[in-house]
């Protein structure tokens, strides 16, 4: 233990990154930056060769320059062959399994990358999973090690380092974020970090036990997602009597102790609207908020829509424009986008329906034609504004004066 906490320390370390997607790959250029010899991979052969013909695959800022760097100075070195390293990084997806009637994680991913971590594992090698999981998912990545490479577990490490970066300032979070380390073993998450203490160069890293920082991450967003649905729920009950709801929660908010978010199109991304179910498919009978706010948050679109088809009397004959299609403000991210799922309902139901999506460069984006902002106010006769990129906020009077629907509140 002695020689790998020297090693550590002068970053002789070896770390292999397993993955490179938003994750891993900026992962990898933060300790390559901080000394470390990184070696990236991944089994999608076209990303390795991508990024070992010097350019990145993914779309973010400041990334490609910091790649090259990295890559020039000989500390990153992308591999499509995993090979024997002190430290492993596991940042595999963690989506849900497909074709099943409730949401549950799909650890497929997990489980042969620690197959294949098992397969060049050696005594008093640590392995870290960085993949946002369920709780007690590090255990299981445990028993696949120990099984597959026949090394007793009390002779390799595990732990558990979630990744709560935000899309868009990766490289900037992941050397400035607070880090959760947890193992079922102390002297493992004081070793990881020694490691990551080296790469975060002003957060702090809690050491805790790795139920706790499977746990940790996900009550994060849910945390986010429960209260963003209390706004959402509230904003169909005022419908119903007939007030603002965002009059409502600005007076609400008056109160010393109360800050209520402000209700929107739904909940959308990778992160806040599935990582709740991963709490509630191992506690289906306890996780009754977390599952039911879940359940408003999804259920928002369709309420938007059935909206906007009442107050259009059903006439399909109408051009519905939708603003914004991603889902956050000033990002091009379509994945699970409520807004998406409007547009999506109201071309099901026979509107025509097109776009302003500032933020993608495409002319068109799942069927749906996208125009600047001035042309779709022309081409449109009823907008629903969907998300609260800049260039809307900054045209709020000549929203006010269109028929549109607000589902942010912007235009009060
Ligand atoms: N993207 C985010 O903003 C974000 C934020 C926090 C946490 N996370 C979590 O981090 C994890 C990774 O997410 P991501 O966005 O980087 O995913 P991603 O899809 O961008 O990248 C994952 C990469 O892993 C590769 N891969 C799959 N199986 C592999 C294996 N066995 N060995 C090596 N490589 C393999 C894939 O080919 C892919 O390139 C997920 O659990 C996600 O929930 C993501």
Redesign the pocket.
């Known amino acids: 233990m002695r020689s790998l906490l020297e090693k550590a320390q002068n970053r002789e370390l070896k770390i292999t990154i ?7 790959l900026p992962t990898s250029i933060a300790f390559a930056r901080a000394g470390f010899n990184v070696n990236g ?4 052969e076209e ?1 390795i060769k991508t990024l070992k013909s010097g350019h990145i695959h ?1 779309v973010e800022p400041s990334l490609q320059e910091a790649f090259v760097e990295t890559l020039n100075s000989g500390k990153l070195k992308p591999v499509d062959m995993l090979e024997k390293s002190d430290v492993f990084i596991i ?4 989506p849900f399994k497909k074709d099943h009637e409730t949401k549950i994680a799909d650890l497929s ?1 997990v489980q ?2 620690a197959k ?1 971590v098992a397969k060049v594992l050696e005594k008093n090698n640590l392995v870290i999973l ?3 999981v369920p709780p007690m998912t590090t255990k299981m990545m445990t028993d696949i090690l120990e099984k597959e490479s026949g090394i007793s577990r009390d002779q390799f490490m595990s732990v558990h380092c979630p ?3 935000l ?1 868009g300032r990766i490289l900037y979070e992941l050397e400035h974020n607070d880090r959760i380390i947890g193992s079922e073993r102390r002297d493992a998450a004081e070793y990881t970090k020694i490691i990551y203490d080296a790469m975060v160069k002003e957060g702090t890293c809690y050491i805790t036990d790795d139920i706790t920082a499977e746990m940790c991450k996900l009550v994060e967003n849910t945390f986010r997602d429960v209260n963003i649905a209390f706004a959402n729920e509230l904003s169909v009950i005022c419908d119903k009597l007939g007030i603002d709801v965002f009059e409502l929660i600005k007076l609400a908010n008056k109160h010393p102790r109360v800050n209520i978010l402000t209700p929107g199109a739904g909940v959308g991304g ?2 806040l609207a599935v990582d709740p179910w991963f709490i509630v498919e191992r506690f289906p009978k306890e996780a009754n908020v977390i599952r039911e706010a879940r359940l408003i948050n999804d259920y928002k679109p369709r309420f938007i829509v059935n909206k906007v088809d009442e107050i259009l009397k059903a006439d399909k004959s109408l051009t519905i424009g939708i603003l914004g299609l991603a889902y956050k403000p000033n990002i091009d991210d379509l994945r699970e986008s409520p807004a998406m799922e409007i547009a999506e309902i109201l071309r099901d139901k026979g509107y025509k329906v097109i776009a302003c999506e500032p933020n993608v460069s495409k002319k068109e984006v799942h069927e749906f034609e996208l125009y600047s902002l001035g042309d779709i106010l022309e081409k449109s006769d009823y907008l629903v504004l969907a998300q609260g990129h800049d260039i809307f906020k900054e045209n709020v009077d000549i929203l006010k004066s269109k028929r549109i629907y607000d589902c942010l509140g912007l235009l009060k």
């Open positions: 397993l993955g490179m997607g938003y994750i891993g991979f991944d089994v999608n990303v993914i940042s595999v997806p963690t991913y042969s990358a294949e960085e993949s946002t990744e709560r970066v899309p990778h992160c």
